[in-house]
């Protein structure tokens, strides 16, 4: 008899009618918001499966409106919120659900959004490493009045199978690089339309964003250290895609069209989603 457990931020009682609904899974593909999750399920059966998408709306399988899970085949889409606190919780009360439904040799990716720093806008990044605003390649966590700290590669082997599986003729650039979690959107990726009065000036932006560059870093976002801590402790492959809305070292503002970021969004899935096909081969 499986010991009764509850997974709250799921809204689900870790039963074997649970666990079995999640048996099989083998690549996690997270996304940060729950409409995105599901157009990537959508998209997914649409591809492998050759699923006609008027007839088919991927169903939820969370009970909590905190997070939304999508299954397509062995593939799960999820949302995970934003910034390192959301997509942490996630990804433990996930990881303990896929432990229970018997997966292994799993796959993490996350697909999502960031601001590009010296890159035409629309490039998609594979995270190498990600760093802390610091710019220190480490995630750190409090436990019981002490700091922890944890390292943030993420996984090589899986950048590189990702990178082979693209077609030659993209019409988007591909860099492999550091990504860089802030703590928010505006000041702690260094930006002057915040609404707080700021205590750094544009000369010493300018030095920030150097030091960036040097270090063979390409975007803000919010997520990366926390993911590839947890993945790299947990011994998970696991890595961080995401399409760039804007160059930095051009301005803060996010003037793209919806149909310009629309396409910079697809452009990240289409990456996900070529290295998936090729999984399925
Ligand atoms: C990218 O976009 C969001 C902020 O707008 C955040 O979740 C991230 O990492
Ligand atoms: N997400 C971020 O965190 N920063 C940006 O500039 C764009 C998307």
């Given at each position: 008899?499986?010991?009764?457990?509850?997974?709250?931020?799921?809204?689900l009682?870790?039963?074997?009618?649970?666990?079995?609904?999640?048996?099989?899974?083998?690549?996690?593909?997270?996304?940060?918001?729950?409409?995105?999750?599901?157009?990537?399920?959508?998209?997914?059966?649409?591809?492998?499966?050759?699923?006609?998408e008027?007839?088919?709306?991927p169903?939820?399988?969370?009970q909590?409106?905190?997070?939304?899970?999508?299954?397509?085949?062995d593939?799960?889409?999820?949302?995970?919120?934003?910034?390192?606190?959301?997509?942490i919780?996630?990804?433990?009360?996930?990881?303990k659900?896929?432990?229970?439904a018997?997966?292994?040799?799993?796959?993490?990716?996350?697909?999502?959004?960031?601001?590009?720093?010296g890159?035409?806008m629309?490039?998609?990044?594979?995270?190498?490493?990600?760093?802390?605003?610091?710019?220190?390649?480490?995630?750190?966590?409090?436990?019981?009045?002490?700091?922890?700290?944890?390292?943030?590669?993420?996984?090589k082997?899986?950048?590189?199978?990702?990178?082979?599986?693209?077609p030659?003729?993209?019409?988007?650039?591909i860099?492999?690089?550091?990504?860089?979690?802030?703590?928010?959107?505006?000041?702690g990726q260094?930006?002057?339309?915040?609404?707080?009065?700021?205590?750094?000036?544009?000369?010493?932006?300018?030095?920030?964003?150097?030091?960036?560059?040097?270090?063979?870093?390409?975007?803000?976002?919010?997520?990366?250290?926390?993911?590839?801590?947890?993945?790299s402790?947990?011994?998970?492959?696991?890595?961080?895609?995401?399409?760039?809305?804007?160059?930095?070292?051009?301005?803060?503002?996010?003037?793209?069209?919806?149909?310009?970021?629309?396409?910079?969004?697809?452009n990240?899935?289409?990456?996900?989603?070529?290295?998936?096909?090729?999984?399925?081969?």
């Amino acid at each position: 008899m499986q010991k009764i457990d509850y997974l709250y931020d799921f809204g689900l009682k870790l039963d074997d009618i649970t666990t079995h609904k999640f048996k099989g899974i083998k690549y996690v593909i997270m996304q940060g918001s729950a409409h995105r999750a599901q157009s990537l399920a959508t998209k997914i059966a649409t591809k492998l499966l050759d699923i006609d998408e008027t007839y088919f709306t991927p169903v939820n399988l969370f009970q909590n409106c905190r997070f939304d899970a999508y299954r397509v085949k062995d593939i799960l889409c999820v949302s995970h919120g934003m910034g390192t606190i959301s997509i942490i919780n996630l990804l433990s009360s996930l990881t303990k659900l896929m432990h229970l439904a018997g997966n292994q040799d799993l796959e993490y990716i996350r697909v999502g959004t960031s601001g590009g720093i010296g890159v035409d806008m629309g490039s998609i990044i594979i995270t190498d490493i990600a760093y802390t605003p610091e710019l220190n390649p480490e995630y750190k966590i409090v436990i019981l009045g002490k700091t922890h700290y944890f390292k943030t590669t993420m996984d090589k082997d899986l950048n590189q199978r990702i990178y082979d599986a693209q077609p030659q003729n993209l019409p988007f650039k591909i860099y492999t690089g550091g990504s860089i979690a802030a703590d928010d959107f505006y000041r702690g990726q260094a930006r002057f339309d915040g609404v707080t009065k700021l205590s750094y000036d544009k000369s010493e932006r300018f030095e920030y964003f150097k030091k960036i560059t040097e270090k063979g870093i390409y975007n803000f976002e919010m997520e990366s250290t926390a993911l590839a801590a947890f993945c790299s402790h947990a011994k998970i492959p696991a890595t961080m895609v995401a399409t760039t809305l804007i160059n930095r070292l051009n301005g803060d503002q996010i003037t793209a069209t919806p149909e310009m970021l629309q396409q910079f969004a697809d452009n990240a899935q289409q990456v996900v989603i070529n290295y998936l096909l090729n999984c399925s081969k």
